[in-house]
């Protein structure tokens, strides 16, 4: 049912268009393309004084808007939803107008002209008040809009598409002693009727969703870049930890404006840390808004940073501020691009390797969207709510594919195509075919066909490659042949970079793929030691390579690209055998970056064998590195036995460890399930932690544990008076409790609650229910959810529980069994493993 093209015109497509791939499951049957919006007429310039009643929890809004009408007048429209219009007028008289609550109409005459609006407002979404709660009783009191996709038009009235670019002006009118912030530079700020007032400017044109106000009780701080003012706004009691979230915030500007050769654009950045943010941030015009989640103290910077988030952020104000994309189709140009300066700053950072693996991890994170949701081109018209674009395909997909683009066109290249592109299109709109035509006028090279591959169809190129050495010929044979499925392109046309290394000689070959098979072959003057396909991962795709246990052990030890021994590491964890757990545990103990340590643990997890339990238990006493400790702890999930759940509850009780490490070991005991660890995880489910991970951990653990106390204080936890991060969780962990009628009840409950993040993990916990009842719940959520991407989420989630349903299997019976099955296989394999080494002792 939820498949794009619907059927009849799937048929038609494929004989029409045998090279096309529109996808799978992203588009519902009902959904059409979207278009811009024909527009005759433009903004120039918005000047609005805002009044921010706290206790009202409402706005009163006088608006100018300076407008031009292209053809003859007639009728404009502005965006304006849910308000209460209380006169309009043109050039001071009365106008004719009609409000339908969702739009204001507005008669204009021909040319230029200024509409003024009077409105009040009290906004569901768009515009969040935060006053003091039963969880924070002393809760410094906060109002914040957020303007991306289409909100901002639930507190202002505006043309709300970002091809409409304008200057604004905003005047933020606060209660005595709060602080207002807003776009731009600060133009003044006084005492007025009672109210304090901020004043401010932004004078370069950026588009409308980009426009925020954000005003309450902050700290302030703030240091100068190049003569651009920096600032950093942070709740009461905060501002001990500020610098460890933003002291790298002149570095990363300073790295964008050289690696892109253009200034930062503006005269101010502020970041301001909120309560209850719905994102991680969000890049508003020189006023970037930002979960106060990010500030964490000097014992959570072990392990956990700010500077992906700010580095992220920061990169918007170029890429999404400075160039905006025309259209949400071609939302790419923000964040694929966002996602890709962020890695680029991590290796300006921390080298190569870190840069590697965040590329790494961004294509793990696209195919777990892939396989577990849908595949769509990451330009397309077809969509609901612009919302629903925000996903892996355009953030990590996207970011990964742009890192290939660099690689194709070598670094210097790509970068004149990035400076080119914002000097031709700044304080304007692009879209996709703008930023291919750049790059073509830079590089003197068609890339239809790379767009056509990686923009305009859904899938990925999947690579096997076969190796052999003919030791008669001195000849090195490589057979790579592409086994992606339906939803790719058959044949890719891609450049892969092999490096093969002998005893004498280091060469790099590139195989040009253009067939289904392609067989490579090398002339040696000896056998290879080492073939490493695609050694600085430059090329978007997945890679199996047919090699056995040993050629991948001793990749693992001896290639000097990260890429390479990641792969190692985890095709050892599906071949297993006691070589590749004494090799899978000297990486954990002795790799010289962390990441592929922490995928030598992940791999010995996957093998569940008593050896390997061995290797991660004795591995964890070793390990200083958190984040390795962090995926040991994680790895040691998959085992059961009193010694997992000893070496784990030492490490939950030690309060010297990391926060998080404690996390990952307070879920992990859960999942052994043994007696005696809810009491443990109990014990700690009130540590003081960063975004109460250690409490988030316990939950989890309680969840995976099971039985009727494990229930009994999720239950507790999930309730209104502990803090959002904590119910998100205790509300998501309800999932694993399906057939309780007390269960559905709260889900049911909280499904309506005022808190976004609960209201996620509702949804969250009904996927995993799999139950006719958890579909009444999802489909409330999805008709009536203020925000789209939960709407999204929770039809998703009622879609793929009705089709279990419908497949006609009893999930209860079926979960258990599987569970059986589970528990019987890890008995097997333990039981085998013990025998081994009996035998082995023996002989
Ligand atoms: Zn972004």
Redesign the pocket.
């Known amino acids: 049912m939820d498949i794009y093209p619907p059927p009849p015109i799937q048929i038609s497509m494929t004989l029409i268009y045998p090279y096309y791939k529109p996808g799978r499951g992203f588009a519902y049957p009902e959904y059409v393309s979207r278009y811009p919006p024909v527009n005759n007429f433009r903004v120039s310039h918005l000047k609005l004084e805002l009044w921010i009643d706290f206790e009202g929890q409402s706005l009163r809004g006088f608006e100018e808007v300076e407008v031009e009408h292209s053809a003859g007048g007639g009728w404009v429209a502005f965006d304006a939803c849910e308000m209460w219009i209380e006169s309009v007028k043109v050039d001071g008289k009365d106008a004719e107008w009609r409000y339908d609550g969702e739009r204001l109409h507005v008669r204009l005459d021909a040319g230029r002209c200024r509409v003024e609006i009077s409105y009040r407002a009290r906004p569901r979404k768009g515009f969040h008040f935060i006053k003091p709660d039963k969880a924070n009783p002393d809760r410094a009191p906060q109002a914040w809009s957020q303007g991306e996709t289409e909100y901002n038009r639930y507190w202002l009235p505006l043309v709300d598409h970002p091809s409409q670019k304008h200057t604004s002006e905003i005047i933020v009118y606060v209660p005595r002693g709060f602080i207002g912030i807003s776009n731009g530079d600060l133009i003044s700020r006084g005492s007025k009727d009672g109210w304090d007032y901020w004043h401010w400017r932004m004078d370069k044109p950026h588009s409308p969703y980009l426009i925020s106000v954000v005003a309450g009780v902050f700290e302030e701080y703030g240091e100068e870049f190049n003569g651009v003012r920096l600032s950093y706004y942070v709740p009461p009691g905060y501002g001990k930890f500020y610098r460890l979230s933003f002291e790298k915030t002149p570095k990363i500007l300073e790295f964008f404006s050289k690696y892109l050769d253009y200034p930062y654009p503006y005269g101010k950045y502020a970041q301001v840390a909120v309560y209850e943010f719905i994102f991680g ?3 508003n015009t020189t006023a970037t808004t930002l979960t106060e989640l990010t500030l964490h103290d000097e014992k959570a910077h072990i392990d956990f940073s700010s500077d992906p988030l700010i580095a ?2 920061a ?2 104000q170029w890429f ?1 501020d400075l160039v905006t994309c025309r259209d949400w189709p071609h939302i790419w140009l ?2 694929s691009f ?2 890709f300066l962020e890695n680029l700053f991590v290796r300006h950072d921390k080298g190569e390797d870190e840069f590697v693996y965040e590329n790494i991890r961004d294509m793990d994170s696209y195919l777990s969207e892939y396989r577990d949701y849908y595949a769509r081109p990451i330009v397309t018209r077809v969509y609901k709510y612009a919302a629903e674009l925000f996903d892996a395909h355009t ?1 990590p997909k996207g970011g990964v594919v742009l890192n290939m683009l660099r690689a194709l066109l070598g670094e210097d290249t790509f970068r004149k195509g990035l400076n080119l592109f914002l000097k031709r299109y700044a304080y304007s709109v692009a879209d996709t075919e703008d930023f291919r035509k750049v790059m073509e006028e830079v590089s003197g090279r068609s890339l239809e066909q790379f767009f056509e591959q990686f923009f305009y169809n859904a899938g990925h190129p999947a690579i096997r490659v076969e190796e052999e050495w003919r030791d008669s010929t001195r000849q090195l044979v490589l057979r790579f042949k592409q086994t992606q499925g339906e939803d790719s392109l058959p044949i890719y046309h891609l450049d892969i970079p092999v490096r093969v290394k002998t005893k004498s000689s280091d060469k790099e070959f590139t195989v040009e793929l253009r067939e289904k098979e392609v067989t490579h072959v090398i002339s040696l003057d000896e056998q290879p030691e080492l073939v490493c396909i695609d050694p600085r991962f430059e090329v978007f795709k997945t890679l199996e390579l047919a090699r056995g246990v040993e050629q991948h052990i001793k990749v693992l030890e001896s290639d000097e690209h990260v890429y390479c021994r990641v792969l190692a590491a985890r095709a050892l964890g599906r071949l297993g055998g006691a070589k590749a757990v004494e090799a899978l545990k000297r990486s954990v103990l002795g790799d010289r970056f962390w990441g592929v340590s922490a995928e030598a643990a992940k791999a010995l997890g996957e093998l569940r064998t008593e050896e390997a339990k061995n290797a991660l238990i004795e591995a964890l006493s070793i390990v200083t590195d958190t984040k390795v400790k962090r995926s040991i702890c994680e790895a040691l999930g998959n085992f059961r036995g009193y010694d997992v759940v000893e070496a784990l509850s030492k490490i939950l009780s030690n309060g010297e460890e990391s926060y998080y490490v404690r996390q990952a070991a307070a879920t992990s005991l859960g999942k052994t399930k043994k007696e005696g660890v809810y009491e443990i995880l109990l014990r700690h489910i009130d540590t003081p932690s960063h975004a109460s991970a250690i409490t988030v951990g316990v939950l989890r653990g309680l969840a995976e544990l099971g039985g009727e106390e494990a229930l009994k204080t999720l239950m507790r936890y999930a309730e209104a008076d502990k803090q959002s991060t904590v119910r998100a969780a205790a509300i998501a962990s309800l999932g694993k409790f399906p057939g309780r009628r007390e269960v559905v009840e709260v889900l049911r409950q909280y499904a309506r609650d005022p808190n976004y993040r609960v209201r996620r993990a509702v949804v969250a916990a009904c996927r995993e229910l799999l139950s006719s009842e958890a579909i009444g719940i999802l489909e409330d959520v999805a008709q009536n959810d203020v925000y789209e991407m939960n709407r999204r989420a929770a039809r998703d989630a009622a879609e793929r529980i009705r089709k279990s349903l419908e497949k006609g299997i009893e999930y209860k019976e079926l979960r258990e069994e599987l569970e059986r099955i589970k528990e019987e296989n890890r008995r097997l394999v333990e039981r085998v493993s013990i025998l081994a080494g009996a035998i082995e002792s023996k002989a």
Do not use: D, L, V, W
């Open positions: 941030g969000m890049e992220h952020e990169a918007h999404g923000n964040e966002a996602t953030y």
